[in-house]
């Protein structure tokens, strides 16, 4: 599975083939490295580690630098894990760049979601709210009963109630790549992603393909 780390820019409108205007969300993609490369005889599991965003040497922590300095690599801000199969041909020190990703392909876009702060079931959830009319006085946004009495005699769990909102891994499946720019280092996909301008995002080849 071929995946890479990036930026969110941003969202902007470009024309499709077909000459239908889309919303799509711009990200600088890479250039990443690989940091470490994880197999099943010695880690259980075969994984691939990925750096991103070169940064100056003082804003990593000694153990940070030294893992990247072991593998003469940049210090590098972000790492994450991607799983990859066996048999595809990583190396510890190689660059990946954006156009392993090319037009048309579908993508997971997995980012951490705007933080809304404490939020009400309303907002939260959707609720409708109560009544506001027949004597209703200050119960127009409340979440209405969350339990029985004597049985089960307690709140269930998963039970949807007010709480801090957003701010939680978010994935968006099966994005279309409209535009690839390996000078820039851009990567163009129809729709929006989770996050703020400027957060992480990790780009994945889409798991639900067609």
Do not use: W
């Not at 941003?10 to 250039?31: C, H, L, S, Y």
């Amino acid at each position: 599975m071929k995946g890479i780390l990036g930026k969110k820019v941003g969202m902007t409108q470009m024309f499709d083939p077909k000459g239908r205007i889309a919303a799509v969300t711009v990200i600088e993609a890479g250039p990443c490295y690989i940091a470490q490369r994880k197999t099943e005889a010695r880690d259980g599991y075969s994984a691939i580690q990925l750096g991103f965003e070169e940064v100056p040497a003082r804003k990593l922590n000694r153990p940070r630098l030294g893992h990247l300095h072991k593998k003469n690599l940049p210090p590098l801000r972000h790492l994450r894990e991607l799983r990859v199969r066996e048999e595809e041909p990583y190396d510890v020190g190689q660059k990946v760049l954006v156009d392993i990703f090319a037009a048309g392909e579908l993508v997971d876009v997995i980012g951490t979601s705007k933080g809304k702060g404490f939020a009400g079931v309303m907002k939260r959830h959707n609720f409708r709210g109560g009544p506001a009319t027949h004597g209703q006085s200050d119960r127009q946004r409340s979440p209405g009963s969350i339990g029985a009495c004597k049985t089960p005699g307690r709140v269930l769990k998963g039970m949807r109630m007010p709480g801090r909102m957003g701010g939680t891994r978010k994935t968006t499946s099966s994005l279309k790549v409209m535009m690839v720019d390996p000078e820039r280092n851009l990567l163009v996909v129809q729709g929006p992603v989770p996050g703020h301008k400027g957060g992480l995002v990790i780009i994945k080849e889409a798991r639900k393909q067609g």
